[in-house]
């Protein structure tokens, strides 16, 4: 393995590429500098005047010459030290030169992009058809089928004629972006010495397959590559979006060649958008319950970005309750400046008689606390909703039963707060320990925050359908109140105990990975599946018991279909079952040798002047 020159230095190394398999090696050259200064360094001959002689040697012209340089260029001795190390450093750098060579490949590898910008067409055809046509054809002896798409694998390897042109017949394309460098890698590794990799590509995917074709070149394998780029000189798409509770902004862009005008969309509204090739340019929706998918009209040769599905929460708000008789402000405030909470605050001894997503208990006063408050409570929970019990002083006389996470056994004096789990409620946040604090065990659940004895500071239960939270700041005798983040934990916290997703949560990208706690039924554009991981490889809605999430193809990389051609050195295209290939002819055997005549010539020199 060894460091690409322009991951040390930044200066431009294709060049250097195209000559040597293993440019660092260049860097010993960087011994011809101690020579230099050591034959700099060295101290002149002592002269002896021979007045009968001076005439023969006085020369007039010596005055305008450097003798620095001239003892440099006189000595042969460091001509042939300095040639030495040139033919030691270029040998290193393991010089080549490309040169076609007839063999009879072992394997064929057939690498088939089944990525997004694959789907482009073109006189009723997309580009992958047209790749799976000619890779049938393509199709040798033994044969194996490597595909990439939301997912990079093999999915033939070494079988006959027969089974590979069934295998690529088998191949679906997917609306997710591809990896191409992988594909080709894998592919040369099945290929092994002496095989033959065909890849079958529209090469938009930039994520440096070339070095991939020059490493596998450099180990023998014959690449062949094959583009399949009509089409896409006409494509607008969406290529990000971004989402508050209430609003989504869209951002579309011209890739194609051509002013376009396209009207965008969404949830009954229709905005028109004029675009000058390259141009990008937004537009604002307001988000509806459940959100909504986004279309552009017309569409075009690339329909995988004319649209954005768009998820959101069913209902707009949430009903937020605080039970309280000492009003914490900085909780009421930080509850408050969230605009999909809806909150109430009332004073014990009270009714509950509608309906909330959630409760949260605040310095209530033990004598105060009706049953049937607490009976609503847990009615809460099992509904699907969440509780939360804040410390108090007096927490243990409360009588919270088992909605309080905590069996609390008094208070302490400056507890440091010691173990930190990374979580969804304390990514990003400084803990910081408080001047007091109820000291306890944890009945339930998890510590997500505790202090150094084990106390827990921030703990978490699911309880049947719902959810519960224990935060163990007294907010007098803490500062935590004062991060300017302080709402943004509480927004964390009532998401949670309602079980209601983030905007962000629920809009993805295709290609990445849906994960669930346990085996799921997910119902995509493809069908249903059970299962605890997903890939989103279509553009639509994942939709579970719970929750639907939108996945979008969002990748302006993915979206400027319009390919470079391959007209390069990197790129060899010959016909199908070829025999022949451009394969790297190493020269280090000829600068070794160099480098042992040059030795030899400086031995010779060193015993003629008498040196040896």
């Known amino acids: 393995m060894y460091l690409p ?14 000559v040597f398999l ?4 260049l860097l010993a050259l960087l011994a011809l500098v101690p020579l230099v200064v050591l034959y700099l360094l060295r101290p002149d001959p002592r002269e002896l005047a021979l007045p009968t002689a001076e005439f023969l040697v006085d020369d007039p012209e010596e005055q305008g010459s450097n003798p620095v340089f001239d003892r440099l260029v006189r000595n042969l001795l460091f001509l042939l030290q300095a040639l030495v190390l040139l033919a030691l450093a270029v040998s290193l750098a393991s010089p080549y030169v490309t040169v076609e060579e007839g063999f009879s490949p072992k394997e064929t590898v057939l690498v088939v992009d089944a990525s997004a910008s694959m789907a482009t067409s073109s006189g009723g055809q997309s580009r992958l058809a047209a790749a799976k046509q000619a890779a049938r054809d393509d199709a040798a002896g033994t044969t194996s089928v490597v595909v990439t798409g939301a997912t990079t694998g093999t999915v033939l390897e070494a079988e006959g004629r027969a089974a590979a042109r069934e295998a690529v017949g088998t191949i679906e394309g997917t609306d997710a972006p591809g990896d191409l460098r992988s594909a080709i890698s894998q592919a040369s590794s099945l290929a092994g010495e002496d095989g033959r990799v065909v890849v079958f590509s529209d090469f938009v995917d930039e994520s440096g397959w070339r070095s991939a074709v020059v490493s596998a070149r450099a180990s023998g394998v014959g690449v062949e590559l094959r583009q399949f780029d009509r089409g896409g000189a006409d494509n607008v798409g969406f290529v990000d979006r971004s989402l508050s509770e209430q609003r989504v ?7 194609g060649t051509k002013p376009a005008s396209r009207e965008v969309r969404f949830a009954g509204e229709r905005r028109t958008v004029e675009l000058q090739p390259g141009d990008v340019a937004s537009v604002s929706f307001e988000l509806p319950p459940g959100g909504g998918r986004a279309r552009l009209v017309p569409g075009d040769s690339f329909a995988v970005d004319d649209s954005v599905p768009v998820s959101a929460p069913n209902e707009s708000t949430l009903d937020v309750l605080v039970l309280t008789n000492d009003e914490n402000r900085y909780l009421l405030t930080a509850l408050d400046v969230i605009d999909t909470v809806s909150l109430t605050v009332k004073r014990p001894p009270t009714t509950i008689t509608k309906r909330y997503d959630v409760i949260v208990f605040s310095n209530v006063a033990p004598d105060r606390l009706l049953a049937g408050t607490l009976e609503r409570a847990r009615e ?8 939360a019990v804040l410390a108090q002083e007096n927490l243990r006389a409360a009588g919270y039963g088992d909605l309080l996470l905590l069996s609390p056994n008094g208070t302490a004096e400056n507890r440091t707060v010691g173990t930190v789990r990374r979580t969804d409620l304390t990514e990003g946040f400084d803990f910081t320990s408080p001047e007091r604090a109820v000291t306890g065990t944890l009945k339930r659940g998890t510590a997500v925050v505790s202090y150094e004895d084990g106390t827990p ?18 907010e007098d005798a803490s500062d935590f109140h004062d991060d300017y983040r302080y709402p943004v934990f509480w927004k964390r916290a009532v998401y949670y105990l309602a079980d209601r997703p983030s905007t962000a949560d629920l809009n993805r990208r295709t290609g990445e990975l849906l994960t669930r706690s346990n085996a799921t039924t997910v119902r995509g554009p493809e069908g249903t599946y059970r299962t605890r991981s997903l890939t989103l490889a279509r553009v639509g809605y994942y939709a579970t018991d719970e929750r639907r999430v939108g996945a979008a193809l969002l990748r302006s990389s993915e979206s400027e279909v319009r390919a470079p051609s391959l007209n390069d050195s990197t790129a060899v295209a010959t016909g199908a079952n070829a025999q022949s290939a451009n394969v790297p002819q190493s020269l280090t055997p000829v600068f070794v040798a ?3 005549v040059l030795v030899l010539a400086e031995l010779a020199y060193l015993r003629s002047r008498g040196d040896l």
């Open 5 to 18: 020159l322009n991951a040390a230095f930044p200066v431009p190394t294709m060049a250097l590429q195209d």
């Open 22 to 25: 293993t440019p660092t090696g």
């Open 249 to 255: 902004t869209l951002s579309l862009a011209n890739t």
């Open 380 to 387: 809460t929970v099992q509904n699907g909703g969440g509780v």
């Open 457 to 474: 500071l921030l703990a978490t239960a699911q309880d049947g359908r719902g959810r519960l939270l224990y935060y163990g700041y007294v």
């Open 594 to 596: 160099a480098g042992l």
